[in-house]
């Protein structure tokens, strides 16, 4: 089996499956973890990778419902039976509305990375599949709560207490909420552990499962345009870097060789 490993959450569709190949087609022999909540979502997606990658040699599918404390519980304990380290935790899994949002894109990244975090060896990378909403609403939110959330001494209770008392506030867009909040987490980590590599992403409007019911007249990026993101952030712009925000900036139609990722402010 291949001496690094990584951890891929929501990886079964969209932008997780992209992130698998991206991670596989390293000259680096990864072996990917493509977590899913269906284990059968998991090994359908395994089995359509295409042969050049050596998949399913190096892949291996983990069960993770990231909502689960127990779901979480058990995914740890079958990654340590597999690897004995991880050098990569991609936190992607998300959702766009419903009554888990907030659950599902924050509470949960702070559950998984937490629980994986024992097992990032120093000189590790975690990455954070958020969007540009999330840099977009800090930069709407009144000067003390922006303030609040943007202190260097900002701890993740704090941080926590804050996105619970903006949830209750009438006509909050959620799902930006939950972007902002792991932006925030972003930041908080990788103050707190200066030996390892910790970044947020954003993909950028992709066309992707999450985008099924958009109507409007914007067009989303090819999913493998998108996912360069994710490249740049482990191997690329962002290799070795910490603390920062990379935003996919290409728009749909854009060839893969001219994909542009760039570095942007955590409030925008
Ligand atoms: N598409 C966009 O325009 C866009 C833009 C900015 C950011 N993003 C972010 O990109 C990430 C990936 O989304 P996507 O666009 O690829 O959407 P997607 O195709 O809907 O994929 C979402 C993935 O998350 C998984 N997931 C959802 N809830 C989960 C849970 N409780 N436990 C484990 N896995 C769960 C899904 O698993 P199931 O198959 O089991 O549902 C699926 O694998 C999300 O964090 C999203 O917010 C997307």
Redesign the pocket.
């Known amino acids: 089996m291949s001496s690094k490993f990584a951890l891929i959450?929501?990886?079964?569709?969209?932008?997780?499956f992209e992130c698998v190949k991206t991670i596989l087609r390293q000259t680096d022999p990864y072996h990917v973890l493509l977590?899913?909540?269906?284990v059968a979502?998991g090994e359908k997606a395994v089995a359509s990778l295409p042969s050049s990658l050596s998949a399913p040699s190096r892949v291996s599918v983990i069960e993770?419902?990231?909502?689960s404390p127990a779901s979480i519980t058990a995914a740890v304990a079958s990654v340590k039976s597999l690897a004995p380290s991880l050098s990569v935790l991609v936190n992607?899994?998300?959702?766009?509305e419903g009554e888990q949002t907030l659950s599902?894109?924050f509470d949960?990244v702070l559950a998984v990375t937490q629980a994986f975090m024992p097992l990032l060896a120093d000189g590790s990378c975690i990455t954070t599949?958020?969007?540009s909403c999330g840099t977009r609403f800090l930069a709407s939110l009144p000067p003390q709560d922006a303030s609040d959330l943007s202190s260097s001494e900002l701890t993740v209770p704090e941080l926590s207490a804050k996105i619970t008392e903006l949830s209750n506030k009438p006509d909050v867009d959620i799902y930006s909420l939950s972007k902002c909040a792991v932006n925030c987490y972003t930041r908080i980590l990788a103050r707190a552990h200066p030996e390892l590599h910790i970044t947020a992403v954003?993909?950028?409007?992709?066309n992707?499962?999450?985008?099924a019911n958009y109507t409007g007249t914007r067009q989303?990026k090819e999913v493998a345009l998108?996912a360069t993101v994710f490249h740049e952030a482990l191997f690329g712009l962002g290799k070795g870097r910490s603390g920062i925000f990379l935003k996919q900036n290409s728009s749909a139609g854009t060839e893969l060789k001219d994909a542009e990722t760039i570095e942007t402010a955590w409030s925008t």
């Open positions: 959450t929501g990886a079964n569709r969209g932008l997780g977590c899913s909540r269906s979502a993770l419902d990231v909502t992607n899994a998300g959702i766009l599902t894109n949960a599949t958020s969007s954003s993909p950028g409007f992709t992707t499962g999450m985008c989303p998108g």
